[in-house]
């Protein structure tokens, strides 16, 4: 007998969104997670001296910032379950080798303004480059946070119009040409192409230059932000959310594997052996690699796509130290110590950059590393004993080092942790043993062992965010609507899936699939203004007097606006726009006018639409 409706393997901040608008809606949720705390990505622990909560993976949320699960509250995380965010004015900045410092604040002028001490060239085309970025963002954002298109549709609706075409092209390229074409300036390069790297994402690799225009424009749209108390506030708020509801969670409780018959997922087993049954559905929290240690009658063709699913260039190497004051940077640039995301740049060109970009994609440890950190408690004193500091550092590192292979990271942890903390030095002046109590250093192969279902070599969102396995496609075409061909109630969730890894709450998409075939209606439940119980009168009473034609689906939800309908020799034309402000077209030849015709004219239809002309709206 099931005593739960829905079960999820993991408890990381994905399965506990997912689990959230579930239990939220009645459904009685369980949760097994195999380590003794929640939220896997996005946790916060004290993990050396009493009185210092680090992050132990995840510390910026930066996609999450649209989700409506944090701009509507869905969860009602912050209005009844004590998560709150600290936002800062300055959401990226960089320190050079030669201690001048480059800020992206959230406000564009002010960003422009220090780019213009650089390079004034630059700092226009800065400003044309985020403006840009933000005229996309209506069309990408809404459906970002819901089940994604499949990318070959996704491509034949923006092949129809300029606007869609440019999108197209910098999907497509790569971070570095879309750098090289807007701006000339080393240090205004290094500071993007720095950036936009965070997502493990090789500047020249083709397919990532799209990120690169949206999370330059996410940052001064949106901004980015940390818990108050550390990243793993958000995971801490769903699990009270979700107790709230009557759902468990169960700590130390590790899954081995799901239950499946007659070709629909019934519960799990744990590794202790005890199976746990689920009426509804079961949530797996699973990689795409691996999908065949967990679940039985996959069919192979899946197995072998899901397999291939590409995995990040490099991963990271993670430095966490309590120390008994904050630092004290180098550089005179105070604005730097408000940074959210803070790159310590050694690299004095981007082709210095770029060469040890590539030496980290054969396996090589450089001479210069990449480094980002900062000391969390100089802006969020409650994660430190009063008067300490903190330091939290990250830097790009392979997982399969070309000398020794992935194991060899044990052997050199602590000797590579601290060549980085000397270079660290180069910009933090207090790094040293006098001020550090204790340390701790986490190499991509302590990543993998901490998170093998999710984060396998080390890949930290889960999979490469590449071109090919992108919207829809994401991990596979197979994996990307959230279900494994073939096996019904079985769900997945995790970094690999659309519409990318990192602290997105994408378990919001998954929930609305589930929603889908448990025949629950998610956009009434969660008054997502998009009820398919709205009347269609009210619908059409809401929407602005702006002389434009409006076409709705069955839902009521508007597909697009047409804005003039025009005629050539031999085709109407439609214009109008979709998703908000995406440009469409579409033209009916003559062929298909006749049979538009022959659709509509029988005498009743005929009728019908005389009828609507001269009624009112
Ligand atoms: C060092 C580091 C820094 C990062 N920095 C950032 C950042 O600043 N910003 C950002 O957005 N992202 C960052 N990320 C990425 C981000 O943490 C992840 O992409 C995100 O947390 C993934 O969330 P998830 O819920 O999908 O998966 P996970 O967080 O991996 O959760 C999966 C959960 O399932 C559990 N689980 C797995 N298998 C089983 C099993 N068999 N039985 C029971 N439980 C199981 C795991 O223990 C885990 O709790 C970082 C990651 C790392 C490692």
């Known amino acids: 007998m099931a005593d739960f409706d829905v079960i999820a393997m993991g408890a990381g901040h994905n399965s506990l969104t997912t689990c959230g608008y579930l239990a939220k809606a009645g459904k009685k949720v369980l949760l097994l997670e195999r380590h003794d705390y929640a939220g896997g990505g996005a946790a916060t622990q004290q993990i050396l001296t009493p009185g210092y909560h680090h992050d132990l993976h995840s510390s910026v949320h930066i996609m999450i910032q649209a989700n409506p699960l944090i701009t509507n509250d869905e969860l009602d995380l912050f209005k009844k379950y004590g998560m709150d965010y600290k936002y800062s004015d300055v959401p990226h900045a960089t320190i050079f080798a030669d201690q001048t410092a480059l800020m992206t604040y959230k406000d564009l002028d002010k960003t422009c303004e220090g780019m213009a001490k650089i390079s004034q060239r630059d700092a226009e085309a800065y400003r044309r480059f985020v403006e840009l970025g933000q005229s996309m963002?209506?069309?990408?954002?809404?459906?970002?946070?819901?089940?994604?298109?499949?990318?070959?549709?996704?491509?034949a609706m923006l092949d129809s119009s300029e606007e869609g075409r440019v999108m197209m092209d910098m999907m497509q390229r790569s971070s570095m040409d879309i750098i090289n074409t807007w701006f000339t300036h080393d240090k205004i390069k290094m500071h993007i192409a720095r950036a936009v790297s965070e997502n493990l994402q090789l500047p020249d690799e083709l397919g990532t230059g799209m990120g690169t225009v949206m999370f330059t424009a996410l940052m001064h749209t949106y901004g980015v932000a940390q818990p108050w108390g550390g990243s793993g506030k958000l995971s801490e708020s769903m699990v009270r959310a979700i107790e709230a509801t009557g759902g468990e969670i169960r700590y130390n409780?590790?899954?081995?594997?799901?239950?499946?018959?007659?070709?629909?997922?019934?519960?799990v087993e744990l590794v202790t052996g005890e199976k746990i049954m689920a009426r509804d559905a079961v949530i797996g929290s699973m990689h795409p690699h691996k999908i065949r240690q967990f679940v039985d009658g996959v069919s192979e063709p899946v197995l072998k796509r899901a397999e291939n699913a590409s995995l990040a260039a490099f991963s990271l190497f993670v430095a966490h130290y309590d120390l008994r004051e904050p630092v004290q940077f180098r550089t005179a640039e105070k604005d730097v110590e408000k940074a959210i995301m803070l790159t310590l740049c050694q690299h004095e060109s981007m082709a210095d950059m770029q060469r040890d970009f590539d030496a980290v994609k054969r396996g090589e440890l450089t001479d210069m590393m990449f480094s980002a950190g900062n000391d969390e408690s100089k802006t969020d004193p409650s994660r430190v004993p009063e008067g300490a500091g903190m330091w939290h550092s990250t830097g790009f590192a392979p997982f399969n080092l070309l000398e020794g292979g992935s194991s060899r990271w044990d052997e050199i942890r602590e000797a590579y942790g601290e060549e980085r903390q000397k270079q660290q030095g180069k910009f933090v002046s207090n790094l040293n043993s006098d001020n550090i109590i204790a340390h701790k250093f986490y190499t991509p192969l302590d990543l993998e062992r901490n998170s093998p279902n999710s984060m396998v070599e080390g890949d930290v969102h889960g999979v490469a965010p590449y071109f090919y396995q992108s919207v829809g496609h994401r991990p596979t075409p197979d994996l990307g609507q959230f279900k494994v061909p073939g096996i019904d109630s079985l769900y997945l969730v995790g970094p690999s899936m659309p519409p990318a890894g990192g602290v997105v709450g994408a378990g919001r998409a998954a929930a609305m699939v589930m929603f889908e075939d448990l025949g629950m209606d998610f956009d009434s439940t969660f008054q997502t203004g998009e009820s398919k119980s709205k009347s269609t009168v009210k619908a059409r009473t809401q929407a602005p007097d702006d002389g434009a034609v409006r076409l709705f689906d069955e839902n009521?939800?508007?597909?697009?606006?047409?804005?003039?309908?025009?005629?050539?020799?031999?085709e109407l034309v439609v214009r109008g726009k979709t998703f908000g402000t995406m440009p469409l077209t579409a033209r009916l030849g003559p062929g298909d006018l006749r049979r538009?015709?022959?659709?509509?004219?029988?005498?009743?239809?005929?009728?019908?639409?005389?009828?609507?002309?001269?009624?009112?709206?």
Request: proline fraction near 8%; aromatic fraction near 4%.
């Open 137 to 155: 963002l209506p069309m990408i954002m809404p459906g970002m946070y819901k089940p994604q298109p499949p990318l070959g549709a996704l491509m």
């Open 253 to 267: 409780s590790e899954i081995k594997r799901i239950l499946v018959s007659g070709g629909k997922a019934k519960g």
């Open 556 to 570: 009521d939800a508007e597909l697009m606006t047409v804005d003039s309908i025009d005629t050539t020799d031999d």
């Open 596 to 617: 538009a015709a022959k659709m509509a004219l029988s005498p009743a239809k005929f009728m019908t639409i005389v009828k609507m002309l001269f009624s009112k709206d």
